[in-house]
């Protein structure tokens, strides 16, 4: 077995939704998985409302995580218009944020985007009617876009999709059915099955469930932090 080939044991968590009321605290996890894993995946809403000082208290609890950490901002990181900030800061702690973009650790691409919602096969929203909606259409395309270009760039044999937003919806099955095009968008899963994908992970839909696949097979992990995972812990770990 080449030194490439060694499976990257990956932990991978999503929404921790970190509050500037100290309400929350994921230092002693970090050491945990830094024990655990060889990379730690974070798929999006890292702070609770997009505040620069949540960020600011995350990257301040990264210290206790000893492992490279990938990551994707997720919808809650822009609610308060300051995203281009909590990318600073999220960068500053050393953290490699995928925003359309690859990096490679151990011979396996990781390479990721948000993502987008408009929901799931024959039922997703099309470009049709008004302009609001040509807009919304246009964020999903374009997000979607931005990840076929990303995954272009990606020249290891092993790769792994981060996403926020879901692409398929076995992995929502337990929200609301009502907000499933909310949720994501097969778009996403339509670009990950042009190519050649070890795993996809996703956060967002705290209720979905852990395992689903994209129309080519691919397996698709929502690691939102409330979901039941095999590891029995908040976060899952994927080998590829
Ligand atoms: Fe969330
Ligand atoms: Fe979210």
Do not use: Q
């Not at 960068?91 to 985007?113: N, P």
Request: proline share 4%; with cysteine.
């Amino acid at each position: 077995m080449t030194e490439e080939k060694k499976p990257l044991k990956i932990a991978a968590l999503g929404d921790l939704h970190v509050k500037d009321d100290h309400s929350t605290s994921y230092r002693e996890l970090f050491g945990e998985i830094s024990r655990a894993a060889d990379v730690l995946v974070l798929t999006g809403d890292l702070t609770d409302l997009g505040k620069p000082r949540e960020a600011e208290i995350l990257a301040e609890e990264l210290r206790a995580c000893s492992i490279p950490v990938v990551d994707v901002l997720g919808n809650h990181d822009y609610e308060c218009g300051h995203e281009d900030e909590i990318k600073a800061i999220i960068k500053g702690a050393g953290v490699h944020l995928l925003d359309g973009s690859s990096h490679e650790i151990d011979g396996v691409g990781f390479v990721g985007v948000k993502g987008f919602a408009g929901g799931f096969g024959r039922r997703m929203l099309g470009a049709f009617g008004e302009a609001a909606i040509k807009t919304f259409v246009a964020e999903t395309m374009n997000e979607a876009m931005r990840l076929e270009n990303a995954m272009r760039a990606v020249r290891a044999t092993r790769s792994v999709v981060v996403l926020h937003y879901a692409p398929v919806a076995e992995t929502v099955e337990g929200e609301p059915l009502e907000i499933f095009p909310f949720l994501g968008s097969s778009r996403l899963a339509e670009t990950t099955d042009r190519f050649k994908v070890s795993a996809v992970v996703h956060g967002h839909a705290h209720r979905g469930r852990y395992e689903g696949r994209t129309p080519a097979g691919a397996p698709v992990y929502n690691v939102a932090f409330h979901i039941e995972k095999p590891s029995r812990r908040p976060y899952a770990l994927i080998e590829v």
